[in-house]
């Protein structure tokens, strides 16, 4: 199966990153495929920037729908998530939705770990599309401002691991999801520190898109999706806007 890691911000070494810790986990027989965003920004850290990174989600699925068996979009908001089920055939995967799924298997309550405090209520939100706000234990964020977003896990360690123990001693968690992009791989450092399940979001989206590919003959024998309505557009990606007009 071949399955393509698109990271909708543009910074590469976040790419580099979700590619080798889902390449840790995938089956042999997967190809993962990365794509970096082209425009946009070095990461998503709030509603605006990822409503732009959406439009740019749907332009590349667009453009490689048909060479891939399954797509993730590597962000833990999951830009262009829904808009991108609605318009392309192909099984398409949320790092965010993979995650928090994925930790209903490991236990009866989870809290979200993140780099930045503005993802709290969009997280919050987020929770709330999957109806899984019972399961939700909150949300930590490490204090203060992040300069670089490749040193994240280097320079802000110990706040992170602190919130995911506030969150078990005081939230109650026992499950945590260090989310976003930046954060995967980081289980690896803290997992002899933290004393319950820790899921990494590049994990737990390679499983499901490969889950996805297992199952597609399935899927496609019972889906009764149907193509929406051809419309024409002005100012928008001359493929992107094909695929819309059913070309």
């Given at each position: ?138 949300f930590r964020a490490i204090e203060g ?103």
């Amino acid at each position: 199966m071949k399955i393509l890691l698109l990271n909708p911000n543009t910074t590469n070494s976040i790419t580099d990153t979700l590619l080798k810790t889902a390449s840790l986990v995938k089956s042999k027989e997967t190809e993962l495929i990365p794509i970096t965003a082209d425009k946009g920004f070095p990461y998503i850290s709030n509603k605006a920037e990822a409503q732009i990174a959406g439009v740019g989600v749907l332009e590349i699925i667009a453009k490689h729908e048909k060479d891939f068996d399954a797509i993730i979009i590597a962000a833990f908001g999951d830009p262009g998530l829904i808009a991108a089920r609605e318009t392309f055939q192909i099984p398409i995967v949320g790092l965010g939705e993979a995650s928090m799924l994925s930790a209903c298997l490991f236990g009866k309550k989870f809290s979200i770990i993140s780099f930045t405090q503005n993802m709290k209520s969009w997280y919050q939100e987020s929770v709330e599309l999957l109806g899984l706000e019972k399961r939700y234990s909150g949300f930590r964020a490490i204090e203060g401002v992040v300069l670089s977003i490749d040193e994240i896990q280097s320079l802000h360690k110990k706040q992170l691991v602190k919130s995911a123990k506030d969150s078990i001693e005081i939230d109650g968690a026992d499950v945590v999801i260090f989310a976003g992009a930046p954060l995967s791989g980081f289980k690896k450092q803290i997992e002899n520190e933290i004393d319950i399940p820790i899921i990494d979001c590049a994990e737990a989206a390679i499983k499901q898109a490969e889950l996805a590919c297992v199952m597609k003959k399935n899927i496609n024998k019972t889906s009764n999706k149907k193509k929406l309505p051809p419309k024409i557009s002005v100012g928008i990606d001359k493929i992107l806007s094909n695929y819309l007009l059913h070309k």
